[in-house]
T-cell receptor, first 111, second 113 residues
Framework: GENVEQHPSTLSVQEGDSAVIKCTYSDSASNYFPWYKQELGKGPQLIID?????GEKKDQRIAVTLNKTAKHFSLHITETQPEDSAVYFCAALSSGQNFVFGPGTRLSVLP | NAGVTQTPKFQVLKTGQSMTLQCAQD?????MSWYRQDPGMGLRLIHY???????DQGEVPNGYNVSRSTTEDFPLRLLSAAPSQTSVYFC????????????FGQGTRLTVV
């Protein structure tokens, strides 16, 4: 079955710097890759997603890139702000299957 | 719109007790699922349902039962609680299983002593 790895497990950046979180997946049939943000005491919330027919997607300060050949995808956050501090999860899904989540990255944005 | 509602938010059980975690969604989603979240392990799928009357096991189903009598509700039952079931439980729903936003509830923090 699918296995998703995520690095780093913790990440601290200065406010205004960029943050990058990387995930790798094992199942070449996976075709949907969402990123979720989980704030303290809350459930995960979708922030951006990408499908396998697209290499990059951007939404304001957040972007996701996908390399299908290497089976990895990354989340890029530019101009980080304190409110970006949270746990971020990547996930992979192949049609008809279930989401497989990475173990999470705790991002701290230092003022 | 309420989205996905989970109750209770917190629960303490004694070993061997049983209980039901409630989950309801008002988005008419066919697909619903239960996850447990443990430190450093991400979200692991317990059970899922692709529609009313249909349920299936996920990655870590042992010790849990589910049923799906309506589209809206997907309760998770702990049959005989064990300390290993101490975790945070999340219910999620999505339109279909083919990719698209999954909406999560606020979670239930369960402690088994």
């Amino acid at each position: 079955g699918e296995n998703v790895e995520q690095h780093p497990s913790t990440l601290s950046v200065q406010e205004g710097d960029s943050a990058v979180i990387k995930c790798t997946y094992s199942d070449s049939a996976s075709n949907y890759f969402p990123w979720y943000k989980q704030e303290l005491g809350k459930g995960p919330q979708l922030i951006i997603d990408i499908r396998s027919n697209v290499g990059e997607k951007k939404d304001q300060r957040i972007a996701v890139t996908l390399n299908k050949t290497a089976k990895h995808f990354s989340l890029h956050i530019t101009e980080t702000q304190p409110e970006d501090s949270a746990v971020y999860f990547c996930a992979a899904l192949s049609s008809g299957q279930n989401f497989v989540f990475g173990p999470g990255t705790r991002l701290s944005v230092l003022p | 719109n309420a989205g996905v509602t989970q109750t209770p938010k917190f629960q303490v059980l004694k070993t061997g007790q049983s209980m039901t975690l409630q989950c309801a969604q008002d988005m008419n989603h066919e697909y619903m699922s239960w996850y447990r979240q443990d430190p450093g392990m991400g979200l692991r799928l317990i059970h899922y349902s692709v529609g009313a009357g249909i349920t299936d096991q996920g990655e870590v189903p042992n010790g849990y039962n589910v049923s799906r009598s309506t589209t809206e509700d997907f309760p998770l039952r702990l049959l005989s609680a064990a300390p290993s079931q101490t975790s945070v439980y999340f219910c999620a729903s999505s339109y279909q299983q083919i990719g698209g936003e999954a909406f999560f509830g606020q979670g239930t923090r369960l402690t088994v002593v």
